[in-house]
């Protein structure tokens, strides 16, 4: 039976495709370099910070990805906030399931995790947020994914996952975690959806619902 709902952050609970467009390229226009193009936005999207630094910067060999990091570590993200766009029926999607269900996040952002739930009002949502500094291996790896289900005593086909990428398919596949795939078609996941109120009509929602 299904006790636990776990979500990404960018592409789920945020449309922040142009927040990341809007960090990546000011990095890079920072160091002198030009901005991302289709490719390296879309591994930005999915990736934990340092790896899509040494990505968008690999072919600038003049510079450092310490001085980056260093830079980036400084760097105030409250200009980028308002590229982020919280998907419109989140807040009614929790409220429903939360009675029901533990909820927690597992993510390749980083220290600006906090902020956002902060910001959009979501930290009382989440009993547990895994970011990529947290487990030993950041996802796709499953580190996380194993810390929250110690963290909840359960088992892997007591929990789901709701992600968008590659990344989240190997992500849950290297648990053989169920997946949602939220706004991608084209992923090969156990269920599809574009909205948060389509996945109340999913079997493992409906299953509850029935034996309640």
């Not at 947290?134 to 790896?141: E, L, Q």
């Not at 929990?159 to 053989?176: K, M, Q, R």
Request: charged share 25%.
């Amino acid at each position: 039976m299904l006790k636990l709902v776990i979500f990404d952050c960018d592409g789920v609970l945020f449309d922040s495709r142009e927040a990341n467009r809007a960090y990546y390229d000011h990095l890079l226009a920072k160091f002198g370099c030009p901005p991302m193009d289709g490719e390296e936005l879309d591994f930005v999207h999915s990736h934990n910070v340092s790896d899509s630094i040494a990505f968008i910067f690999r072919n600038h060999d003049q510079v450092r990805q310490e001085a980056v990091d260093r830079y980036r570590l400084e760097l105030d993200y409250t200009p980028f906030l308002k590229y982020m766009v919280m998907e419109p029926d989140l807040p009614d999607f929790l409220r429903i399931i939360k009675p029901r269900y533990h909820t927690a996040i597992s993510t390749n952002r980083t220290n600006t995790m906090p902020m956002l739930l902060d910001i959009f009002g979501l930290e009382p949502w989440f009993e547990q947020v895994v970011t990529a500094l947290d487990p030993p291996r950041p996802k796709p790896a499953p580190d996380g994914l194993h810390m929250i289900l110690d963290n909840f005593g359960l088992t892997v086909d007591e929990a789901i996952y709701i992600g968008d990428s590659t990344v989240d398919l190997e992500h849950t596949g290297n648990v053989g975690m169920e997946l949602i795939a939220f706004r991608n078609p084209d992923l090969a996941a156990d269920y599809h959806v574009t909205s948060f109120m389509e996945i109340l009509e999913l079997p493992p929602f409906q299953k509850q619902g029935s034996e309640s």
